[in-house]
């Protein structure tokens, strides 16, 4: 029987604060504030999404309204925000949003597409950022990524998103100068990866736990180690298309070694589909964490023919009823 994580999150507005499975379990978001309501799709202005987003004090944001927000430039939030688009369907185009410096983040249920520009990601967390929950988002076709994280940024969880329409998908770990990523961890679990070319995500120094994520039709490989990452994927499936190789590995030199390295990947319960081909590296003297050692529950299920039907329907942007406030009604602030 296939069950989802978080099947109780949508009972009450802020069962989500505090609720993520994995690295990003700390991540309360606006759980503290008051409601603050957008209330146009203006890019900037009273009752603007960026408008809450830069206020200081926490906020637990909500839409009053649907459709598209075209952003001139990135939208910085600030900590102690969700941004909770269940009830209402809403797209970020032009830009994306910037995660920097900032902590307790949750984004929930909005869609991303059509982002434009060098360097432009759907959702760009860099630097310094901690304690990140991103749940049940769409994301396709930016210039750059749809969720890059790098520049020490780190505790962080990406669930039940949908990717798609995109080469360079999740980059986690700048370059090999960066040597203070080593820090970086980061769950990514019951997504999507639909026909996307690549990343899925390529790792640099950190930590990152893969499980019950389906990607298939790649275009070069679903999942990339490189310089001392260490990635371990648990009861995915990997389904090929035309490209059989499942991981790769690319070697690069830290810049405080002097020889380069590539990263670990141990697979664990993963379900290779359609000839995809999986190549890991000897288990040596080499150092690969185990998730037990951070966390101790997760919502893990064995890759299945079930299990794939479920995240085909169940990943991205869903139409959701605005859970009930706890304590009243809502009034926007």
């Known amino acids: ?25 700390f991540a ?54 969700t941004i909770d688009g269940r009830g209402r369907r809403i797209k970020l185009t032009g830009k994306g949003l910037r995660l920097k410096e900032c902590e307790h983040i949750i984004i929930c249920n909005l869609e991303f597409e059509g982002g434009r520009g060098h360097d432009v990601d759907g959702i760009q967390i860099k630097p310094n950022s901690k304690h990140i929950w991103i749940d049940r988002c769409s994301l396709r076709d930016y210039d750059d990524g ?3 994280i790098t520049r020490q940024s780190t505790d962080i969880t990406i669930s039940r998103c949908y990717f798609a329409q995109h080469d360079k998908t999740m980059l986690i770990g700048a370059d090999p100068s960066h040597v203070g990523d080593r820090c970086i961890r980061v769950t990514i679990h019951h997504c999507f990866f639909d026909g996307t070319r690549q990343r899925h995500p390529r790792v640099r120094f950190g930590k990152v736990h893969l499980y019950n994520n389906y990607t298939r039709n790649w275009g070069i490989y679903a999942v990339c180690a490189s310089v001392e990452s260490q990635i371990y994927s648990q009861c995915n499936i990997y389904e090929a298309g035309q490209k059989k190789k499942t991981f790769e590995y690319y070697t690069e030199k830290a810049a405080d070694k002097d020889e380069g390295r590539s990263g670990l990947i141990r697979s664990e319960g993963d379900l290779f589909l359609q000839g995809a081909q999986a190549t890991l590296p000897p288990l040596g003297e080499d150092c690969m964490f185990h998730p037990s050692e951070y966390y101790q529950n997760w919502t893990l299920e064995a890759a299945s023919d079930s299990l794939r039907a479920v995240l085909h329907i169940c990943s991205g942007w869903q139409s959701l009823s605005l859970p009930a406030e706890e304590c009243g009604s809502y009034g926007a602030s």
Request: with cysteine; glycine share 12%; proline share 5%.
């Open 146 to 148: 749809l969720i890059d």
């Open 1 to 25: 029987m296939t069950s989802l994580p978080y099947s109780d999150a949508d009972s009450h507005l802020r069962a989500l604060a505090g609720r993520a499975e994995g690295f990003g379990r």
């Open 28 to 81: 309360i978001g606006g759980l503290n504030g008051p409601l603050y309501f957008v209330t146009t799709l203006a890019d900037d202005g009273p009752g603007s999404l960026r408008e809450g987003c830069r206020k200081k004090e926490p906020l637990w944001i909500l839409f009053a309204v649907s459709g598209t927000i075209n952003l001139s430039s990135y939208l910085n939030v600030s900590s102690y925000k």
